[in-house]
């Protein structure tokens, strides 16, 4: 009995899961190409300082959670050890997700591209809960907008 | 150097490996582990209640009565139903026959068991069914002969292997390796469990027809506990550890026939060596109340 309560919170988790994950990288992706006029580098000195007009600091920031049945693989995981696959796409969307953000950010000044971009990540719920819980993160990207001189 | 947007039309920061692939894979890891698991709990269990003493036996027992806030076979009818298992087990000449200690509890839930050290209980909503002392003595040598296979403590070795497994699994931190392991090993129990009814019921029919000298009430104490199965039946259906009624009924009744038992009408049962007033006496107060009022 209580394997078959189990396994139906595993299977509505995990199609409600899926439902958001696909639907999640559909938003990306659209979004991305809107986005791809602003690129964001790692470099410090890509551009001339003479050249840039305007700069500003922009951050995207996404916090995301795991959900149960991706809890439950992971947890397994623990055990058997092996690639925790189901967190590699949800930590890959965070990652996507806050590049955009910081680039929406960006547009609204009008930059051409952003320099020095980093990225900051920790995980939220492992001091509320002891460590367990379903996996939350928070990820920070930021860096400088520039805006140039057109020659 | 001039910039190009390219849109990204690869992933390789994610696998491409099927969720549900990953989860199935690991859940039949799991099984193998339960099914070694639960190897190693018969093995260990079948091997052990051979050599556990008569003594260690009632240790157990006291353990187990301590946690019960009533006293054990105190009241009256528990003494009557105690007056019986005793003739019961006097005349037959059963092993262990001091050991066994009736008690009345009062509950909802139709139900018997046996403790470890031989403490039976009944409670009172089932003593409420019984129609006939044959139905009483079936349904104590259905306990009786849990004790005698050993069931009690086939139960408890098994809860301290699979106890003490999950308590190193959670120190280890995969609690929750441990709670599939617990679920499985469940499963594979049932059919373990059911086996033990069959053979309690075929302990407890060779009892009452050596006791009374014919079968009858056999399978009427059987029917008394149908009601609870028709529950469980709609919550956990084929998950049930009572073998359902109708099953243990057609087990009971080829038994029976293959035994050449004698099986007698309703005139030939013996009535309870005790009357039940659990309801009644409530009743008769208020009435009493209500003749106090009508005088007034």
């Known amino acids: 009995m209580d394997l078959i309560i189990f396994l139906v919170f595993v299977g509505g988790a995990y199609l409600i899961g899926q439902h958001i994950e696909k639907s999640h990288y559909k938003e990306i992706e659209k979004k991305e190409s809107a986005c791809l006029h602003i690129p964001s580098v790692t470099s410090k000195k890509i551009v001339n300082l003479d050249e840039v007009l305007d700069a500003k600091l922009v951050f995207g920031n996404v916090v995301i959670s795991g959900d149960y049945f991706k809890m439950i693989v992971a947890s397994l995981l623990n055990f058997f050890g092996g690639r925790v696959t189901p967190y590699e796409k949800l930590l890959d969307r965070a990652r996507r997700e806050a590049i955009l953000r910081m680039k929406q950010d960006a547009s609204s000044m009008d930059a051409d591209m952003i320099i020095n971009t980093r990225f900051e990540m920790s995980k939220l719920d492992s001091m509320a809960r002891g460590g367990g819980g379903t996996g939350m993160f928070e990820i920070i990207a930021y860096g400088t907008a520039v805006k140039l001189a057109k020659k | ?296």
């Not at chain 2, 050290?117 to 306990?143: C, K, P, Q, R, Y």
């Not at chain 2, 029919?205 to 529950?231: F, M, P, T």
């Open chain 2, 1 to 296: 150097m001039k910039f190009v947007a390219r849109e990204i039309k690869t992933n390789v920061n994610v696998s491409q490996e099927h969720p549900l692939k990953v989860f199935f894979k690991l859940l039949a890891s799991l099984g193998v582990i339960s099914v070694v698991v639960y190897i190693l709990l018969v093995a260990v269990t079948e091997i052990a209640i051979q050599y556990i003493p008569q003594k260690i036996n009632h240790a157990l027992s006291s353990l187990f009565v301590n946690q019960f806030p009533f006293s054990v076979g105190s009241d009256e009818t528990s003494q009557k139903v105690q007056g019986l298992l005793d003739d019961v087990s006097r005349k037959l000449d059963l092993p262990h026959a001091d050991s066994f200690k009736v008690s009345i509890i009062d509950m909802d839930d139709k139900n018997a068991f046996i403790f470890p050290g031989g403490n039976i209980f009944i409670t009172t909503a089932l003593l409420n069914e019984f129609n006939s002392e044959n139905e009483l003595t079936m349904v104590l040598a259905h306990e009786v002969g849990h004790y005698m296979n050993n069931d009690h403590l086939r139960a408890l070795g098994r809860a301290a292997v699979l106890g003490g497994i999950v308590a190193v699994l959670g120190v280890g931190g995969a609690g929750e390796v441990g709670q599939f392991i617990t679920g499985f090993v469940n499963i594979f129990d049932l059919k373990y469990s059911r086996d033990q009814e069959e053979r309690a019921d075929k302990f407890a029919v060779d009892i009452l027809n050596q006791y009374y000298g014919h079968a009858s009430g056999a399978v009427s104490a059987l029917q008394l506990i149908e009601n609870k199965e028709v529950e469980k039946w709609t919550l956990n259906g084929f998950l049930s550890t009572h073998p359902v009624v109708v099953e243990r009924v057609r087990y009971l009744q080829d038994l029976i026939r293959k035994r050449n038992f004698i099986i007698k009408g309703p005139s030939e049962l013996k009535p309870l060596p005790f009357v039940l007033n659990l309801y009644e006496e409530e009743s008769s107060e208020e009435i009493v109340e209500l003749e106090a009022e009508v005088s007034e």
